[in-house]
């Protein structure tokens, strides 16, 4: 079955805000929060819901920054991370779910941690990953 993730990059000061996975899927590698599509939901909402979550941060202005296609072979799991773009509205990051993160920092497309979670390899690679490079170097 293919599962639909969202990922949510949650800008502030043209940094964005990752964690270090922990748990069965993705462990020890960075990405930014965010978590499955729950039925009826939009991916705006599911953005929100999420960072929210995961980390007590509120978010708006969100919006579509782009798609992948991830096959994990690994684990025998296959889906489709739809990147969204937000703003930080009020909240100090904090990891609320101890089971699924490590650490938060805040960090920016130069300053990457490694290792970072699969689905980042086909962003970088994805021809929308240049638009959310310009979105970045907008909000400097």
């Not at 969202?6 to 965010?34: D, E, K």
């Amino acid at each position: 079955m293919v599962r639909v993730g969202i990922a949510v990059f949650v800008c502030r000061g043209g940094r964005f805000l990752m964690g270090r996975r922990r748990g069965a899927h993705g462990a020890g590698t960075w990405s930014v929060p965010g978590g499955h599509l729950e039925f009826g939901e939009s991916f705006e909402d599911t953005a929100v819901r999420e960072v929210l979550e995961e980390t007590g941060v509120q978010i708006t202005n969100v919006r579509f920054g782009a798609v992948t296609n991830d096959v994990f072979a690994d684990e025998d799991r296959h889906y489709v991370t739809v990147w969204m773009l937000a703003d930080h509205l009020a909240g100090e990051p904090a990891i609320l779910e101890p089971d699924k993160c490590v650490s938060l920092a805040w960090h920016d497309l130069d300053d990457l941690p490694e290792p970072l979670f699969l689905p980042w390899r086909q962003l970088r690679e994805s021809p929308l990953f240049d638009a959310i490079r310009r979105e970045f170097s907008a909000t400097r």
